[in-house]
């Protein structure tokens, strides 16, 4: 496993775009950050969705209350809170137009700007027919809020730190054996009588570490087997010798496989040792390690993992929601006959009947997640894999907006290819990730390439989601290995506040090279506050340069050679140069960020392929990989910009329907006090304003017309 678990908990100081907040506001599903589809068929559901929560949150109605009204002032504000919502709600680049009949037809529409689409050929078209509201009075409280405020959040973080998910004697010089060469890393390899340990680095993002998980595999793989045994280890850590493992600690063989080669018999056996890590043997920042073995030519190292867990702190805005949905862990090989499953906790082993899952049911069934199990017919790679499943209920609130969604992913063990899968509310698996196909430029399948973070955003419906993630080893006769995944989650921010978030996600790729850049463009509009860019890529990723460049062409390099963290705020490195392309310079030392179009590029370079057991180049080799050889690179799609706006635009507003103009304006302005406390904030009720009109001559029935279209 090659692939980084960030784990970005709250991805952002934003800032609020006040729209109307109704009582029940405003549905998520039509508020991705940015539109995410280009069909019909989904501006069909995009329609449907608007008008529903506009009808749900009571807006249709109180609108068509001021239109009945003749009320010049009163139509116009009707016009503006059509106009607002519509606004937000529909994505830019999409046109839109509303016709209500309330005694007269009144349109809104919008084909200016990014909507700048007059006409096309393909319009797609809602009708809703809603009930006028009872005759009587309809109240009105609204409230100005000038600006979010922030508050620290402290959030547990739990990521598969490094992981080796290959044989060791696939690489040189250990292909000669463990005897020979017995250090993992090492130095001067074609002098073993000079053999000098070298670290393996890996970088750590938090503010303090909690402690850590190990697991070393150990292979015994012998004609005669009589007498099988793991090897003997010491694990260095940052220079310290604490963990020196012999071969009687590894226990007894988790598990053996048995082939033929040739007229030659032979048995697999495969031992597993977990290990805790306290935190005082870790760093914030980077840390280094290396093994030291014990071994005889008949042992091979097949898989190695540290897993973390640590905190982090960051700034977060008040009345937006973060919700974490977890994946329940599982761990073990599968085949068509048997299922071991390894219980990370307390290294615990279970045997049951095995089962084989073809790969086109899992393209579009539930399966079985409980236990590991065999896939047969995969595309690439050796078409049977030893896999295991695990799946998280993600549920996003009706009427509330969607900010950012991602799913972060720990493997660990022999993981070789992976699949992720989304089932929506709608009830259809989609895979929106896999190891082969558009997700590569290799030509071996993309072996070793498995996410750690991706955005999952696009692809949820307001209810419940479900979030199904599948690896697996390539599992030849005589090679099932060890695969596992830990403290996975789905995150989720939303909130019923109108707020603000534009998000812009890289793509998923796997490079066939040494190093990998993606480009990407984003945008900056008034009074933007933050500008932050998201990182999730290779875990072997050693170091990324981060190059900003503004529309008259000039660049700057922010961030160069580093090594990866959770994030960058593109604002404060832009005004620690001496040039500003991103911000401008206040005389007090502050700066602001400039309205315009950008481009990012983000280049990375891996480790060495000994490392992290990736195979360095386009296809796997007939034999050992050169010990100098380097990593292929990865980028996933959880490596995003977001840009957030910290004010209101407007006030927030809520009604009510009474039978009297003072208790519909007292009803309102209650709702309208318990809805901002539910947000987080800390209520003047002194400026909280009503107002009231009558209802008696909004007709019974009226017609809502939406229409959308894109170029």
């Not at 692939?3 to 100081?13: E, H, L, M, N, P």
């Not at 998980?213 to 310290?240: E, T, V």
């Not at 993309?446 to 999952?456: D, R, V």
């Not at 534009?502 to 040494?514: G, N």
């Amino acid at each position: 496993m090659d692939d980084k678990g960030f784990i970005f908990t709250v991805d952002a100081a934003l800032a609020l775009i006040v729209v109307i907040v109704l009582t029940a506001t405003i549905t998520a599903y039509t508020l991705l950050p940015y539109y995410q589809g280009e069909d019909h068929q989904h501006l069909e559901a995009l329609a449907d969705s608007i008008l529903e929560t506009m009808e749900q949150s009571g807006q249709l109605r109180t609108d068509a209350v001021y239109y009945s009204s003749g009320d010049a002032s009163l139509i116009a504000k009707a016009n503006a809170d059509l106009n607002t919502t519509l606004g937000t709600l529909v994505p830019s680049g999409v046109a839109y137009k509303i016709t209500m009949t309330s005694g007269n037809s009144y349109v809104v529409q919008n084909t200016t700007g990014t909507r700048n689409l007059l006409t096309s050929n393909d319009i797609a078209t809602k009708v809703k027919v809603i009930s006028g509201p009872q005759e009587g009075w309809v109240g009105r409280a609204y409230y100005k809020i000038e600006q979010v405020q922030f508050e620290d959040q402290t959030d547990t973080a739990v990521t598969t730190l490094w992981n080796f998910h290959n044989w060791l004697q696939n690489f040189n010089p250990w292909n000669n054996g463990l005897d020979d060469y017995n250090y993992w890393g090492g130095n001067n390899p074609s002098y073993y009588s000079s053999q000098v340990p070298k670290s393996i680095s890996f970088y750590i993002n938090g503010t303090s570490i909690n402690g850590a998980k190990f697991l070393i595999g150990s292979a015994y793989d012998r004609s005669s087997w009589s007498n099988p045994s793991a090897f003997g280890a010491k694990f260095i850590l940052n220079g310290n010798a604490n963990h020196n493992i012999s071969s009687a600690d590894f226990g007894s063989a988790l598990y053996y496989t048995a082939y033929s080669s040739g007229y030659t018999n032979y048995r697999r056996y495969m031992y597993n040792y977990l290990g805790n890590i306290t935190n005082s043997e870790l760093n914030i920042g980077m840390n280094n390690f290396y093994l030291d073995f014990s071994a005889n030519s008949y042992q091979e190292l097949p898989w190695f993992s540290i897993i973390g867990n640590y905190t982090t702190t960051m700034k977060v805005p008040q009345g937006v929601v973060t919700a974490t949905s977890n994946f329940p862990d599982i761990a073990g090989a599968g085949t068509s006959s048997n299922s071991l499953t390894y219980d990370l906790n307390t290294g615990t082993v279970t045997n049951s009947t095995g089962s084989s899952i073809s790969w086109n049911t899992i393209q579009s069934s539930d399966i079985n997640t409980n236990k590991p199990f065999q896939i047969t017919g995969i595309p690439y790679g050796t078409s049977t894999g030893s896999a295991v499943a695990s799946v998280s209920n993600v549920y996003l609130p009706p009427n509330t907006r969607l900010f950012d969604a991602y799913t972060v992913i720990n493997p660990y063990g022999g993981v070789d290819r992976a699949i992720v899968q989304v089932k929506n509310s709608k009830g259809t698996w989609q895979t929106i990730f896999t190891s082969f196909g558009s997700y590569t430029e290799r030509d071996d399948g993309g072996y070793g390439n498995i996410p750690g973070i991706l955005n999952i955003a696009p692809y949820l419906t307001s209810g419940n989601n479900q979030v199904r993630v599948i690896i697996w080893d390539d599992a030849p006769s005589s090679d099932n290995d060890l695969v596992g995944l830990t403290s996975c989650y789905s995150i989720i921010k939303y909130s019923q506040l109108p707020i603000r978030w534009d998000t812009y996600p890289f793509d998923s790729k796997q490079y066939d090279d040494t190093t990998a850049t993606q480009t990407k463009t984003f945008k900056i509009d008034s009074d933007a506050q933050e500008a932050i860019l998201f990182i999730g890529t290779g875990l072997d990723t050693k170091n990324i340069t981060v190059t900003i460049k503004n529309s008259t062409g000039a660049s700057s390099t922010l961030y160069s050679s580093g090594p990866v963290p959770f994030s960058l705020d593109l604002g404060d490195l832009d005004a620690a140069k001496t040039t500003h392309l991103l911000t401008t310079i206040n005389p007090n030392g502050t700066y602001q960020l400039k309205p315009g179009n950008y481009t990012i590029s983000l280049s990375i370079t891996p480790g060495a392929s000994y490392e992290s057991g990736d195979y360095g180049g386009s296809s796997r080799p007939n034999g050992a990989i050169s010990y100098n050889a380097i990593a292929n690179p990865e980028i996933f799609s959880g490596t995003r910009v977001s840009v957030v706006y910290p004010k209101f635009l407007s006030s927030i507003w809520v009604d009510s329907f009474a039978s009297n103009p003072t208790d519909a304006k007292t009803i309102a302005a209650n709702n309208l006090t318990d809805t901002l406390r539910s947000y987080g904030y800390t209520v003047d009720t002194s400026q909280i304003k009503t107002e009231a009109i009558y209802t008696g001559d909004v007709p019974n029935s009226i017609p809502v017309r939406l229409e959308l279209w894109k170029q």
